[in-house]
């Protein structure tokens, strides 16, 4: 039976499969899932994208179209350590008269102004009288203030006669697609409010809410991800809740480590720029330690929720064999109305070659993960559809498997030209640090996102600083070094 090439979407077929497989519960076969967000992408954002390369984690940032440094975006994103959502902001509408999604009037204001007259959300008598700070929000306030004009009616599940919240919504949508190529699956909430999660739910595979309560759950339903709370927030638990740096520490890698225990999804969410001194280092560096060797994937935000969903989908998945080739079939079924193009990891299956025509044997034909002798994880592609998906697997001498393993960097420094080769193809980012300072005051001063094992990178002349290069490999495996 030779399925390649043939558009499978709608047939209800069913080969007789020699065995039956499975999709591993985390990517790549871990056992357990790491994920670390901040709101924001900050002018001090370096100082932690460097403690990413440091510990090898994949770092997290809720970004906006509205706050952040449009072209350091892009340049963050092409480098490939931190993963991007959606800081949803709940005080932002459709203006129902300028059509312009900007921040509500007066928002920020002790007093209503002409604008917000002009708007619809006062009358002209109300201009000059004083008002809450941070009020309206787009939600119960809005829908409150203009007796059902605009905004959302929490209680009773009703949008305003003239709807401003979705179009925002769109804006942000679109503003992501134009700028990264591909559709968003993931946002925050932003200031916690989480009012009109009932009407955001529709474009978000996952939407993160504020609150820390020791949640690691790897298994949850669209309704339940669309207001998912974080395991904890390293930052939150010193600044806010008042523990000292080593409880607050010690509590998130006692979650840390009952979420690998049980096979969990842990993360974190902490204000970067509000992070003391070496907390942020410290908090990293003894999350690795409490992971040891145990068998645990770094993955940004969206790409976590992203496999989340798309293992939930799988219908049935087999092997049978077709000549010298052993096919893989993978039939998903979406029943909870999600956005499948907002999908874009690939579904990692378990695969046993033991008395198959493959026994014994290298093989090439996907991304594929060597666990052991004929003991494999195989990277199936996902078509954003509905439907079956097809990889072909066949006997190699020259396998080429994906590498996990850190990647080895050399460097140096000539005139203000930094040189790089690594053992593997990555991309590199260079840093400077005030002589003998902490990694937090770092700044990048060069960035290659290019995937090569060969760089050369003009920093210009840099006097009383230390120089450090970051380097992450396909499989987003990272270190850092001092030149």
């Known amino acids: 039976m030779k399925l390649s090439g043939l558009n499978l979407k709608g047939i209800s077929l069913r080969p007789q499969f020699e065995k039956e497989l499975q999709p591993t519960k985390h990517k790549y076969g871990a056992d357990a899932t790491i994920t670390y967000t901040t709101d924001q992408i900050k002018e001090d954002y370096a100082g932690k994208e460097i403690l990413g390369f440091k510990y090898n984690f994949n770092l997290h940032a809720f970004i906006t179209p509205f706050y952040n440094d449009q072209n350091l975006l892009e340049e963050i994103y092409s480098t490939g350590l931190i993963g991007y959502g959606i800081y949803y902001q709940t005080e932002f509408w459709q203006n129902p008269v300028t059509k312009i999604v900007e921040s509500i009037p007066d928002f920020y204001q002790s007093t209503w102004s002409q604008k917000s007259a002009d708007s619809g959300l006062i009358t002209q008598s109300q201009v000059g009288t004083a008002k809450t700070v941070n009020y309206p929000n787009h939600g119960q306030q809005l829908f409150d203030l203009t007796n059902g004009q605009y905004g959302y009616d929490v209680a009773n599940n009703v949008v305003g006669q003239v709807d401003v919240l979705t179009p925002a919504v769109k804006y942000y949508h679109d503003w992501y697609l134009n700028k990264f190529g591909k559709a968003i699956s993931n946002a925050s909430y932003g200031y916690g409010r989480r009012q009109p999660r009932y009407i955001i739910k529709d474009w978000f595979l996952a939407i993160r809410n504020s609150a820390k309560d020791n949640y690691w759950n790897y298994d949850f339903n669209h309704t339940l991800a669309t207001d998912r709370p974080m395991s904890e927030g390293v930052n939150y638990l010193t600044k806010d809740v008042g523990l000292s740096r080593a409880d607050a520490i010690a509590q998130c890698n006692a979650t840390l480590d009952s979420a690998i225990v049980n096979n969990g999804w842990y993360t974190d969410f902490s204000h970067w720029h509000t992070s003391l001194d070496t907390e942020y280092e410290?908090?990293?560096?003894?999350?690795?330690?409490?992971?040891?060797?145990?068998?645990?994937?770094?993955?940004?935000?969206?790409?976590?929720?992203?496999?989340?969903?798309?293992?939930?989908?799988?219908?049935?998945?087999?092997?049978?064999?077709?000549?010298?080739?052993?096919?893989?079939?993978?039939?998903?079924?979406?029943?909870?109305?999600?956005?499948?193009?907002?999908?874009?990891?690939?579904?990692?299956?378990?695969?046993?070659?033991?008395?198959?025509?493959?026994?014994?044997?290298?093989?090439?034909?996907?991304?594929?993960?060597?666990?052991?002798?004929?003991?494999?994880?195989?990277?199936?592609?996902?078509?954003?559809?509905?439907?079956?998906?097809?990889?072909?697997?066949?006997?190699?001498?020259?396998?080429?498997?994906?590498?996990?393993?850190?990647?080895?960097?050399?460097?140096?420094?000539?005139?203000?030209?930094?040189?790089?080769?690594?053992?593997?193809?990555?991309k590199v980012v260079i840093y400077t640090v005030p002589t003998g300072g902490i990694l937090n005051q770092a700044i990048a001063v060069g960035r290659n996102s290019v995937l090569s094992t060969s760089h050369e990178i003009e920093i210009g002349v840099q006097t009383g600083k230390d120089i450090y290069v970051g380097a992450i490999t396909d499989e987003k495996q990272s270190t850092l070094v001092k030149v």
């Open 282 to 426: 410290e908090y990293l560096s003894s999350q690795r330690n409490v992971i040891g060797n145990r068998n645990v994937i770094s993955l940004d935000y969206g790409t976590a929720v992203e496999y989340q969903f798309l293992r939930r989908m799988v219908r049935r998945i087999g092997l049978y064999t077709d000549g010298a080739e052993i096919v893989i079939i993978t039939d998903t079924k979406d029943f909870e109305g999600l956005r499948l193009n907002q999908i874009h990891t690939s579904l990692s299956v378990e695969v046993d070659l033991t008395g198959t025509i493959l026994q014994g044997k290298e093989i090439t034909g996907a991304k594929i993960k060597k666990v052991a002798t004929d003991k494999f994880i195989v990277e199936v592609p996902y078509t954003k559809r509905d439907g079956f998906s097809v990889v072909r697997l066949k006997e190699t001498n020259v396998p080429s498997y994906l590498n996990f393993d850190l990647p080895i960097i050399t460097a140096s420094i000539s005139n203000s030209k930094v040189t790089v080769t690594t053992n593997q193809r990555t």
